[in-house]
């Protein structure tokens, strides 16, 4: 599986942002898949997990409510809504597809990555 991520930019706090990750080479619709991010300087972190058909979403605390990850199988791809922006969440945001590992906030979990996107929140 090829992911292709877009959508990033720079923005002022409290803006809007949707990430896009476009996958080709394989279906996704019956892979579990997320987004991590990783700052400068800091460890690539845990941002959001959707199951294979959206029924369930996780997220980390720090985007709880702010970010919405769902997905659309039929355009085999994954999506990323976030609000309220904040100068914390600058970072570069890559999109993964699930190898069925139990714990979806580890990278280890995640099989196929995205180059990234860089998103950055001005204050």
């Known amino acids: 599986v090829q992911l292709q991520a877009s959508g990033g930019g720079l923005v002022q706090a409290g803006d809007s942002l949707k990430l896009s990750c476009a996958a080709s080479?394989?279906?996704?619709?019956?892979?579990?898949m997320g987004w991590f991010r990783q700052a400068p300087g800091n460890e690539r972190d845990f941002v959001a997990h959707?199951?294979?058909?959206?029924?369930?979403?996780y997220y980390a605390d720090s985007v709880k409510g702010r970010f919405t990850i769902f997905r659309d199988n039929a355009k085999n791809t994954l999506y990323l809504q976030m609000n309220s922006l904040e100068p914390e969440d600058t970072a570069v945001y890559y999109c993964?597809?699930?190898?069925?590992?139990?714990?979806?906030?580890?990278?280890?979990?995640?099989?196929?990555w995205g180059q990234g996107t860089q998103v950055t929140v001005s204050s």
């Open positions: 993964a597809v699930s190898g069925g590992g139990t714990y979806y906030q580890q990278g280890a979990s995640y099989d196929y």
């Open positions: 080479g394989r279906p996704i619709s019956n892979y579990d």
């Open positions: 959707i199951n294979w058909n959206g029924g369930r979403t």
